[in-house]
DNA sequence: CCTGATTTGGAACAAATATTCCATTTTGAG
DNA sequence: CTCAAAATGGAATATTTGTTCCAAATCAGG
């Protein structure tokens, strides 16, 4: 119906359920009643649960109060939950002893539309929405570009799951060798050219304040001043794919002269191997063809504040 | 061959290709050998890794020696490995811009009979069960504080929460406003000194990829370049406090030559809102003396690509 | 023990997904 | 520049997986 209220639309829809209803009953005998009701159910129908919470408290909740094979079902996935999003509907009805329509069926009371919906929010959940980055950014391209908060909306995801993912995959080794051998280190070099250079300056930034000997070789002028660096030093570089040159031939430098090269870059981080005693890698979720750089802040700035702690101690 | 035991089925089957190759080898010339070798490649094919560290080092060692389709394969694949058990090929071949059929070579050249195959990998791994994000947050906090990785837990925290104030606290018309403004600029200056010169930088990175005319006054060498602002342009200054007195004195400059002037900075924006006709501001949480800049950083790119955008529109 | 309502299992069907194949393009050696 | 080998993209196909449906089994109340 164009044109009509979307509300006013929904009512009428609702009334005319209704009538239907009311007359199939007069017609057709109390035993089709039942048949009716469960092939047409009212709008009132259960809304599936929206996180993984939820979804654990509406399993207590009908737990107890279902027949057999359902019962069943609640069980193994209370017990499961968490390889729901890795499992298929035959998997999952085998563990629980049921057949698949039984988990179907199980699905379906919950309020989803069938495995695959609820699958979708065990995924979800898990992977924290990557798998749809592509789809969000065509629709952002496509749809109203105009709207700047739309982007920060991004932005801001794409800097939650960075954070979130830096939790994850923070390899604790490698960070404490790089705090003991940058701390040992008489004077801080930093590489940092290109994309790098807001990191890198941050660093310079952060060291000079806490009063640690470091150095910003960000080719500034087209400046090259490998030779400052001495033995006794360190260095630290900041790279992402692509390497730029002068960090790979700075880091090689480094190398020839016997100080240790600590490396902070995105993986993979095959290139830059063979330059770096220590790699220190760090997966910045982007959006579109840029990064908001917010977990390889968070590293290098925990980086910086371990190393000098470490110093004064 | 049904009733067969599946041992004994396999050696036929696997007697069957060798009979099969010899034959095809004795009729066909020796270039068609070749040929037949690779599209039947013989049992001592590599074994696929069996565990996510085995694959990750396969990855590794496979990396730079690969043609360009199946790089952009390894690449993505070593930057989402946990995306892997619950994607199907289609989406990775998407985020890695390959067709899928790419992404299934990879995997047979990964040693993987196929894409399933290598999946199973990774759904193992995962049904293993890892800990959720509190949890690990939790583990990294717990110990002893001066730990490098109870840091990064600290300003993962403090990042996290710098982005969930910005959604909250955005000024949505006045950034609209600052696009507005901006993408009207012949030229954009910005300025970022000190702390500012990290997110200044990044700006400068970004505005330079995408072609418009920027440039960066972070008083290098203790040059000053005001002159460079002409009628038309517009000035983006970002800066905190304490405001340093060259960000000041270039807004002001700014300002008396008529040029608009967009401040990003951190409430309460009071001293810096007279040399400015519009203020963005950020609130960053502080993890002791040192930010995150996480917050700043989304918004600063928020709004340099919503300028792109605006300009090609 | 009968009867109607509910639950159940599995077979048939539909949709999504993986895999193969081959015509075309690209690359690299001579 | 030429040609063969390698790489590539996409369409066709095979397989797996999800979903629906209904006849049979089970259950509860009289």
Redesign the pocket.
Known sequence: MPGMAPAASGIIADLKKVMEFSFRLMEG???Q???IM??HPLPDATPPPATVEAFRARLADLSGS???????CADHLSAHLDSIAV??????AAGAG????????F??ILG????????RLFRNALSLGLPDYGTRLANLKSGPADRPAALVAEFVEAGRLSLEKLTQDLDETALNQAVDTLSRASVIHLAGYRRALPVAAYLAYVFEKMAIPAMLHAGIGGLDQRNAMRSGDALLAVTFAPYSSETLSLAAEARARGLPVVVLTDPPATPILRQADLVLTVAEVDFGAFRSLSATTALALSLAVAVATRRQG
């Open positions: 005998g109390i035993e009643q039942r048949a469960t092939r279902l027949p057999r094979r359902l019962q069943q499992s298929t509907v035959a998997e999952i049921v057949p698949p329509s039984a988990v179907m069926r699905c379906q989803f539309s069938g495995y695959s919906e609820m699958q």
